[in-house]
């Protein structure tokens, strides 16, 4: 299995492909904020904790530019409550 993370500037979004397939998490910034309205997984990724790696490489990467997350959608905002709920703004 290979995984590989990005940003997607030019879709402003945060991207983790996993052996072709994508789950991944729109994204906008807001000053120090990094706000989540959305995350989806590929079907086929879906049970698999996919989602969940997405979000362990966010929030490392706001930690490392100093930003706080507000998830809107429900999935990240359960996913940070659980994880990271320092990271919350």
């Known amino acids: 299995m290979t995984e590989t993370f990005r940003q997607n500037t030019a879709l ?5 492909e996993i052996d072709g397939l ?5 994204y ?16 086929a990724l879906r049970g698999h904790g996919a989602a969940a790696r ?3 490489h966010i929030a490392a990467a706001a930690r490392e530019e100093g ?5 809107l959608c429900s999935y990240a905002a ?5 994880n990271e709920p320092d990271l919350i703004a």
């Open 54 to 56: 997405l979000m362990e």
């Open 28 to 43: 906008r910034r807001s000053g120090e904020r990094l706000i989540i309205p959305h995350v989806e997984s590929d079907p």
């Open 67 to 71: 930003l706080m997350i507000t998830p």
């Open 78 to 82: 359960a996913w940070m409550r659980r």
């Open 22 to 26: 994508l789950t991944y998490a729109d």
């Open 12 to 16: 402003s979004r945060y991207e983790l």
